[in-house]
């Protein structure tokens, strides 16, 4: 009687790192590693070489030391004594601010263009397809000097505001001034400040207000837990609405968690409306939006926002035709249809691309050397660098700043993208 057994098994050679393909992918992965590996060790050791040969040496003790230079706007408390790495962290501070500002008004000019740009109204989807084809074809910084230009040649001077022989006057019920040296509006200040910041009155005889970062960040942190109790309700409204088929009414809890708390802590602290006012040769009190921030805000916005019309509007030309069929026939109005049902399924198609849009933005900020804004490359990557000769240091401190904020948007976008795409059962 005769058994079978299997026959022996092959030992492993060599060259099955190259003809297997069991163990192809890993030799290349492996080859790969090492000549990169290889060749960051290369680059820092060459770099460290060169510096030496310079008789420099790489550390970051410069942020420590006085920055000795002023700062025309800021956001937190800064003055020229103070160190480096604080002048950094102001210019940062900017960046944040007008990028932020850059990505809310170019989304709503880009959705409202992109909308407009399907109009029926030949004479409204010519004039936006004006505007988009005119803004997207000519570089930004152009845009960013020509409205820096305008604002600085083109309005008042504060001078222009005095007395009598006045030759132009406040808007907005006297609460605004637009002049050639920026824009004046009202602020809030704080008769009961936590921050321990002094009070001073706006004008005299006044009640004192002060503006202090952590009254503020009372605030933003009431409103933030706001909208994690408003998300909550409508989880709550959802819930039930996918049990029984009727939807509770929430809008009277909604508008009540929006507002009340706000409302609460802004009373505890004694908000009030500080109004800007003519004082000697310039406006004081109040909110001064620079000619820099402005041209670079406004420039920023309109440029991208030619670029996100587009995108809306392919992403609205993605949906069915449909989809507005269905909707028309059930009766709803043509801006209804808009709102409920055909935006909603365009944002599948216009989130991917709106996020490089946004990521754009934020990098084209640094354009903002050109018309004097302060933000971290004309700070850290700028001056800094040109005060310490720390210029490899400067610019790591610079690239991973933009790298971490690049990377922060685009992991909050994609989240947001992965809540709006369809659901596979």
Not at 190 to 206: K, L, Q, R, W
Not at 266 to 291: C, D, M, S, W
Not at 396 to 423: C, D, K
Request: aromatic fraction near 10%.
């Amino acid at each position: 009687m005769s058994t079978l057994t299997d026959p022996p098994k092959p030992g492993f050679r060599l060259s099955q790192l190259i003809y297997d393909t069991r163990y192809r992918s890993i030799t290349i992965q492996v080859i790969a590693l090492v000549l990169i590996v290889g060749a960051l060790w290369w680059l820092v050791n060459n770099t460290v070489n060169n510096l030496n040969a310079l008789g420099k040496d790489f550390n970051f003790g410069f942020l420590s030391s006085a920055a000795g230079y002023d700062i025309n706007q800021t956001l937190i408390e800064y003055n020229n004594q103070m160190s480096h790495g604080r002048a950094a962290m102001v210019g940062i501070l900017n960046t944040l601010l007008v990028a932020f500002m850059g990505c809310v008004s170019a989304l709503v000019i880009g959705v409202f263009v992109g909308v407009l740009r399907l109009s029926k109204n030949w004479v409204v989807s010519r004039l936006m397809a004006v505007y988009v084809e005119g803004f997207r074809n000519v570089p930004l910084l152009i845009w960013i000097l020509l409205i820096g230009a305008v604002m600085s040649e083109s309005m008042p001077q504060p001078r222009d505001f005095r007395g009598e022989d006045a030759t132009t006057s406040m808007i907005l019920g006297d609460s605004v001034a637009v002049t050639n040296r920026g824009i004046w509006i009202p602020r809030i200040g704080f008769t009961n400040s936590i921050s321990g910041e002094e009070a001073v009155a706006p004008i005299e005889g006044a009640t004192p207000v002060a503006s202090g970062g952590a009254d503020w960040l009372l605030v933003l942190g009431t409103f933030a837990l706001s909208l994690i109790a408003m998300r909550f309700v409508r989880m709550r409204a959802d819930k039930i609405q996918h049990a029984t088929g009727e939807r509770p009414k929430t809008w009277y809890q909604l508008m009540g968690l929006f507002f009340v708390p706000v409302g609460i802590v802004l009373f505890a602290l004694g908000a009030q409306i500080v109004t800007p006012y003519l004082k000697g040769f310039n406006f004081t009190e109040g909110t001064h939006l620079r000619n820099s921030l402005i041209a670079l805000w406004v420039a920023l916005s309109l440029y991208t926002g030619a670029f996100i019309a587009e995108i809306v509007r392919a992403g609205i030309l993605a949906v069915s035709k449909g989809q507005s069929e269905a909707a028309a026939a059930l009766g709803l109005r043509p801006n209804r249809t808009m709102n409920l049902v055909i935006l909603p399924q365009a944002l599948r198609v216009i989130i991917p691309p709106l996020i490089s849009q946004f990521l754009n933005l934020t990098k084209n900020s640094s354009l903002a050397i050109a018309v004097g804004y302060m933000d971290v490359r004309a700070t850290l990557g700028g001056i800094t660098i040109n005060q310490t000769g720390r210029e490899l240091e400067g610019m790591l401190l610079m690239g991973a700043f933009y790298l971490a904020l690049s990377l922060l948007i685009s992991g909050g976008m994609n989240y947001y993208n992965r809540s709006t795409q369809l659901a596979e059962r």
